[in-house]
């Protein structure tokens, strides 16, 4: 399997050493020499000089006879345009390009449509919006990810010290809480993940996921006591296309909402643009603008500007003032350990959204999504049950699978299932599964569900 | 500056003015009244002249009208308008003084609707007929008229439009401002015929009802009756008149869109909610007010009367159908700010206009704003869109100016013996276009009599109420005569 992939740059460098070591054959093309070498030292890839939107090198690429090409340059124009060329010179090319200025992703059927024929638009930008967002939706989660396109959510939450669940097993929880449909995944206590049995016991200090259908989830988060004060002051630091997506979705009178840029012209463009939105011009680390505009005060501030460092330095001074959650932006991946240690609350990575997008829309097997929590200790799996594999038509008490792997729930036509030991798993669930990481392989041989790519 | 070529355009306008009273004429010949002579002396004398200017300075046409001398065209332009309109009073001994005619002439042009007529039964109907007429070119605008009919002007055509039509910003509703022009008196035509209609429905003649729809269309005000709108003393008439000067309160560019079939274009304009809002409450409180002091018997008449004095006043018509002077102060004091608001821009309403009342506030509001947070960034937006600095400071000038203006011109009038409340009354009615004020040019008074150097200052003042000061005054700069 051959697979093109346009740009070197951090996405593009991440990707092409994932593939390459699922034994993939893949060509990058990057204009920039110093790139081509970073990634040719650091992957077993074939590397092109030139641009990815020249038909001449495309052809040089082999685009003839690739399978995917992926556009994931900095430019939206050239990832289109190369796209549009691939279209021209091989048909059955599939096209995924990473996408992120309005002007197009406003349009995206005109770009997945007739000539261009991009299949999947990744647009990293939109995705830490919406991440941030569903952030935002419940007070007090530490993580929310999403499964069966949207339908069912895992949720990481600290429990307050007046829960009426501490002190709880697992296996009294229905007792304690009412007949809710709802599984405890995992627990994270002293910095170390938990992925529970039934005798375990919820503790004070525990940060608690949980599964459910997002229908179920306020009813859920009622009854488990938390109650955190809805966010509504919420400042962003940074107003380029990130913090500019965020202000707009937060345009509204549920949010008193300002955003921070340090370049004039910007704040006068962001202005223009936005309605309620309080903007600000000055610099996110300076300590005199972030008290005059009481930061002490926010609900939420969101460091999103291109620079990680003055991101986490906004975030510790807002935290140190009083501030009650922060979240930052990272684009260097080593940076991404330290984050929890210093006290940031969330992270926030477009590049590795980016990466993990392409990842699962490649990884088309039968495994659909994966989603790690915990720092990667635990990964989810999304998966639909084949006919002959071994889960099918037994109860899921009866399941080989490993110790510290289960079922969440399962997805069957428009419903949610949170199963019970006895429940049994037809074809064509759509199943949710929580697994240590070093059981993952057990587990994917238990659904029969190798990484197969298309 | 090119003079010749300003009066070589002037010429074309006059021309065109001259044209127009074949209209009463027919009227004249049609009643057999005595203002036959008079409107076929005053016809070609005006059209001579406007045609001895244009064809005198054919040779000077070329190029394009420069800013300057567009200004130039409008402000001249009206004032050669008011006072060949004025020829057909004279020649009808309507008015003992030269001075009497061209106010009458130009309130009518400038839709102010301020008369020195004293029995306005007793003149002749073509006389009447002429007054109206002259209400309804002036109220779309004579410029906005030649654009669309005279071929040649549309180049450079927008510095003549931007001089005459009323607001901070005029819209272009086309690429070409001829086809602008043209669809904003179909609009205004198109409304004119309805209205005409429907008063006929209520027992109008066509005479009547043509007369009242050129006031209510133009919000202008001239009557047929000594007493208004009043004389026909009909709930039917009232109404209809109410809505069809709201209607002209209202930007003719969302009527265009309107009757294009987009009608959320106006529902979501913030100048026309703030509008309709502004009149909705206005006429609540004078309906409770009104109705308190019991001066109607029911509910129904005070909703009645007030919704049409509001309307009237707000829109600067200036019909009555009620003594407001009799109502309680507070109604007079909601009625004597509604005369500094004035209609949307865009529309036929004089006054500051809703959009600069507006923008006034926001930008105030945005002063405030910025002492709160020191380092915001902000615009003043109407709705989605933003305004740009230029536009606000024009605004500004403007309030200033008008302010300015309103205030020496009533103490013009207050030194040729005007008593003060009626002094400033007059002045503010003039340079908002509205007609009527309190005191002695109260709604159930005129203007026959003030002193002349007084009517002669609130004629000037019309005109620059009309023009929005700035195409009138800048003649008086002398920045402006340099070369």
């Known amino acids: ?454 | 500056m090119r003079w010749q070529f300003v009066l070589h355009i002037i010429g074309a306008l006059s021309a065109c003015v001259g044209l127009t009273m074949l209209w009463p004429l027919m009227w004249a010949v049609w009643y057999g009244d005595p203002g036959v002579m008079p409107f076929i002396v005053s016809a070609i004398i005006t059209v001579a002249s406007g045609a001895a200017l244009f064809f005198g300075f054919a040779r000077s046409r070329k190029g394009v009208v420069s800013h300057r001398e567009g200004m130039a065209i409008v402000a001249l332009g009206w004032l050669a308008a008011g006072i060949f309109g004025g020829l057909p009073f004279l020649f009808a001994d309507t008015f003992p003084t030269f001075i009497d005619c061209v106010f009458e002439s130009l309130s009518g042009f400038t839709t102010t609707g301020a008369s020195v007529m004293t029995d306005i039964e007793a003149a002749p109907r073509s006389i009447l007929f002429w007054r109206s007429l002259t209400h309804w070119l002036g109220g779309m605008g004579i410029i906005v008229l030649s654009l669309a009919i005279l071929p040649f002007l549309g180049v450079g055509g927008m510095q003549l439009y931007k001089a005459e039509v009323p607001g901070p910003v005029p819209d272009k509703l086309k690429p070409r401002i001829k086809d602008t022009a043209m669809v904003l008196w179909k609009v205004y035509l198109v409304f004119s015929v309805i209205e005409t209609i429907l008063l006929m429905f209520g027992g109008m003649d066509l005479f009547d009802a043509l007369c009242h729809t050129f006031g209510t269309m133009a919000t202008g005000g001239f009557s047929t009756k000594n007493v208004s709108v009043a004389a026909f003393d009909s709930a039917y008439i009232d109404y209809v008149i109410t809505v069809f000067m709201l209607i002209a309160g209202i930007n003719f560019s969302l009527h265009y869109l309107l009757l294009k079939g987009r009608p959320k274009v106006m529902l979501r304009d913030p100048e026309f909610r703030v509008f309709l809002g502004l009149f909705l409450i206005f006429c609540t409180v004078l309906t409770v007010s009104v109705y308190m002091a019991n001066h109607y018997d029911t509910t129904a008449d005070a909703v009645r009367f007030t919704s049409f004095q509001v309307a009237s006043i707000l829109t600067t018509t200036g019909f009555a159908t009620a003594d407001y002077e009799l109502w309680p102060a507070l109604c007079q004091g909601i009625l004597l700010f509604c005369m500094f608001v004035g209609g949307c821009a865009g529309s036929t309403g004089g006054g500051m206009k809703v959009m600069r009342i507006m923008l006034l506030l926001k930008q105030s509001y945005q002063e405030l704003f910025r002492l709160i947070h020191p380092r915001a960034v902000s615009k003043v937006k109407m709705g989605k869109t933003v305004v740009p600095d230029d536009v606000i400071r024009g605004v500004w000038g403007f309030f200033i100016l008008w302010i300015g203006l309103f205030v020496l011109a009533a103490f013009v009038v207050a030194s040729t013996g005007v008593d003060v409340v009626s002094s400033f009354a007059a002045s503010l009615a003039c340079i908002g276009n509205i007609g009527p004020g309190i005191g002695s040019v109260g709604p159930t008074d005129n203007y026959a009599h003030l002193p002349e150097l007084a009517k002669a200052s609130l004629t000037l003042c019309m005109v620059l109420g009309r023009l929005e000061i700035y195409t009138v005054i800048i003649l008086f700069v002398p920045e402006f005569w340099r070369k």
């Open chain 1, 1 to 454: 399997m051959r697979i093109i992939i346009v740009g070197a740059g951090e996405v593009g460098f991440h990707i092409s050493r994932r593939l390459a070591v699922e034994n993939k054959e893949v060509i990058v093309i990057d204009r920039s020499a110093d790139a081509l070498k970073r990634v040719a030292e650091a992957t077993d890839v074939k590397t092109i000089k030139g641009s990815g939107s020249s038909p001449g090198v495309l052809q040089e690429a082999g685009v003839k006879g690739a399978d995917i090409l992926l556009a994931v340059t900095d430019s939206d124009e050239i990832n289109i345009l190369s796209c549009y060329f691939a279209n021209q010179l091989s048909k059955d090319i599939t096209k995924l390009a990473r996408i992120r200025h309005r002007d197009y992703t406003d349009y995206a059927n005109l770009v997945r449509e007739g000539a261009i024929g991009i299949k999947k638009i990744i647009n990293p930008d939109q995705e830490v919006v919406d991440s941030i967002l569903r952030l935002m939706s419940v007070p007090g989660a530490v993580e929310i990810n999403e499964f069966a396109q949207g339908k069912i959510r895992l949720i990481g939450v600290n429990l307050p010290p007046d829960s009426p669940v501490i002190g709880t097993k697992l296996l009294n929880l229905r007792d304690r809480i009412g007949d809710v449909p709802v599984v405890i995944a995992a627990i994270v206590r002293d910095d170390e993940l938990i992925i529970p049995s039934g005798v375990d016991e919820i503790r004070k200090g525990d940060v608690v996921y949980f599964a459910c259908d997002i229908r179920d989830q306020d009813d859920i988060i009622d009854r488990l006591g938390i109650k955190y004060e809805p966010i509504k002051k919420v400042m962003i630091v940074g107003g380029g296309n990130i913090g500019y997506q965020l202000a707009k979705a937060l345009d509204n009178k549920h949010f008193h909402t300002r955003l921070l840029d340090n370049d004039p012209e910007r704040c006068q463009y962001l202005s223009e643009q936005l309605d309620r939105p309080i903007i600000l011009q000055g610099d996110g680390t300076d300590q005199e603008v972030l008290r005059e505009e009481n930061i002490g005060d926010m609900d939420m501030v969101i460091a999103v500007t291109g620079d990680e460092e003055t991101n986490i330095l906004t975030c510790l001074l807002a935290k140190s003032l009083g501030a009650r959650s922060t979240t930052t932006r990272i684009n260097n991946f080593a940076y991404m350990p330290l984050i929890d240690p210093i006290g940031i609350d969330h992270l926030v990575c477009p590049r590795l959204s980016a990466i993990n997008s392409l990842l699962h829309f490649i990884r088309r097997g039968q495994v659909i999504s994966t989603a790690s929590i915990k720092a990667d200790e635990a990964e989810v799996l999304e998966a639909i049950a084949q006919e002959k594999s071994d889960v099918v038509g037994k109860p899921i008490m009866e399941l080989d699978f490993p110790r510290g792997s289960l079922v969440l729930c399962f997805q069957r036509g428009h419903d949610v299932i949170i199963p019970r030991g006895d429940t049994v798993i037809e074809p064509g669930d759509r199943l949710v599964i929580l697994s240590a990481r070093n059981n993952i392989s057990k587990v994917e041989k238990a659904l029969d569900a190798k990484m197969e790519f298309i």
